[in-house]
């Protein structure tokens, strides 16, 4: 048995207490120097120390139609908050709505300098000044923050024109709300029209190739990515017909070599193909019943219309057709089968119109087939294309005639004739062009 004493109890407690007093001495001491003594230098020791998390997000990848066509893109933007402490200074609402337009508009990256920037905004906050001072129902204040919630989307302003040749600009250009386009296919389907001259008489006994382009032509309009498909068909098709091209200039590839290049490119060819037959035959569904309609129409039933797309292959054929073709291509030294030697049939009482018709004939099949690419454009998009026709009138009877012009009616059209005779009749705006002076009649 241990028996421990009071005195020595009373001396280890003593003891204990004061290494416990000189612990709390020792800390209170070592916080008074870090706040006060050496600051700086433990700011800098913990700073460093402190782990800083910062969140990194993925960028947003775009979005991309079957065709690559791109549908949506990432953009930098800037985002005007209205605070509802400044809606009472027309000052601060003017200056932030004309910066906020003015960044936004294709006229800011053309602005080299800040006072050419300044210059911009400050021509944009003085429209909208007069926008706010045109409304009645309110206050400057009250307008100018309806303009800023309810604020309309601006247009988009299409300029064309052709320079002669002495001007500055000689040729054609073209600027997307003032700015030129970045490429000239930013401009398909910024303008649908469709346009008749007598150079489409030969869509009927022309060849093939003048018949490919008017439907190709009307699909760009329509859609703008076909264009994307059609330009790398032709890039692939050039690539090819290279290949295959047999050049004096310099040495023959084995055959080997151009077996292999050419089962490549034979792969990019049927896809782009593909895609482009599938619109051509999409297209000539709808278009081939309202042109058939629109001639029985002009020749008043006395004749019937046919259209056919004459195809070398069927749908998700043509790459086992160039396949097995391949070494048909190789002797002959060019491309010989795809879309770009498919054709259209155009028929009138089951028989070919290009053999056939005759001159009244062909100019009434053109013009259903330009009518009736004007319905389908309209059925496409919700808009109706602008008409433009030079000397449509010649060769044809007086009924057609009339029924072209009775067509015409409540749609933006622009006829061009040498005899104003039949123009008379109509109830549209009729023009004279004497000596490079144009006149109303």
Same mark, same amino acid.
């Not at 003015?102 to 800040?114: G, L, Q």
């Not at 000044?129 to 400057?140: C, E, T, W």
């Not at 391949?326 to 879309?339: F, V």
């Given at each position: 048995m241990i028996t421990i004493t009071k005195s020595r109890f009373a001396r280890r407690s003593l003891v204990l207490c004061g290494l416990a007093g000189a612990a709390v001495i020792w800390l209170m001491l070592s916080l008074v120097n870090l706040q006060l003594v050496s600051p700086r230098k433990t700011s800098g020791v913990s700073s460093g120390g402190i782990i800083e998390r910062e969140v990194l997000l993925p960028q947003r990848g775009r979005i991309m139609d079957a065709n690559e066509e791109i %549908?949506?893109?990432?953009?930098?933007?800037?985002?005007?908050?209205?605070?509802?402490?400044?809606?009472?200074? &027309?000052?601060?609402?003017?200056?932030?709505?004309?910066?906020?337009? !003015?960044?936004?508009? &294709?006229?800011?990256?053309?602005?080299?300098?800040?006072?050419?920037?300044?210059?911009?905004?400050?021509?944009?906050?003085?429209?909208?000044?007069?926008? !706010?001072?045109?409304?009645?129902?309110?206050?400057?204040?009250?307008? %100018?923050?309806?303009?800023?919630?309810e604020e309309p989307e601006e247009e988009r302003r299409v300029r064309m024109t052709i320079g002669t040749p002495d001007s500055s600009r000689p040729g054609r250009n073209a600027s997307v709300n003032g700015a030129p386009p970045k490429r000239a296919s930013a401009l398909a389907g910024s303008f649908p029209a469709v346009v008749f001259d007598p150079g489409h008489l030969s869509l009927v006994k022309g060849a093939p190739e003048g018949r490919r382009k008017f439907l190709d032509a009307a699909l760009c309009q329509l859609y703008p990515g076909y264009l994307t498909v059609y330009r790398r068909y032709i890039r692939a098709l050039q690539q090819k017909n290279a290949l295959l091209r047999r050049s004096a200039a310099g040495p023959e590839r084995p055959y080997a070599e151009k077996a292999a290049l050419l089962e490549v490119l034979n792969a990019e060819l049927a896809v782009q193909g593909e895609a482009i037959q599938q619109r051509r035959r999409a297209y000539l569904e709808r278009l081939g019943p309202l042109a058939c309609s629109n001639y029985a129409e002009l020749s008043h039933g006395a004749e019937r219309m046919e259209l056919h797309y004459a195809a070398q292959f069927e &749908?998700?054929? %043509? !790459?086992?057709?160039?396949?097995?073709?391949?070494?048909?291509?190789?002797?002959?030294?060019?491309?010989?089968?795809?879309?770009?030697r498919e054709d259209i049939e155009l028929l009138l009482d089951g028989q070919p119109a290009k053999v056939f018709a005759s001159q009244g004939q062909q100019r009434s099949v053109v013009l259903s087939l330009k009518m009736a690419e004007a319905a389908a454009a309209a059925a496409i998009t919700g808009e109706h294309p602008v008409l433009l026709l030079d000397d449509v009138l010649s060769e044809l009877d007086d009924g057609r005639k009339q029924y072209l012009l009775t067509r015409m009616r409540e749609k933006q059209t622009f006829v061009t004739s040498c005899d104003d005779t039949a123009f008379l009749k109509t109830d549209g705006e009729v023009y004279r062009m004497n000596g490079g002076v144009l006149t109303k009649a």
């Open positions: %549908l949506t893109s990432n953009m930098q933007s800037s985002e005007l908050i209205a605070d509802g402490y400044h809606l009472n200074d &027309p000052k601060t609402i003017s200056w932030a709505l004309a910066y906020s337009k !003015a960044v936004h508009s &294709p006229f800011w990256e053309k602005a080299a300098t800040d006072k050419e920037k300044e210059k911009l905004v400050s021509g944009f906050r003085s429209k909208i000044l007069g926008q !706010a001072a045109s409304k009645k129902d309110g206050s400057k204040e009250h307008n %100018l923050a309806k303009i800023l919630l &749908p998700g054929g %043509l !790459a086992d057709l160039l396949r097995a073709r391949q070494s048909e291509e190789l002797r002959a030294g060019q491309s010989l089968w795809g879309p770009h």
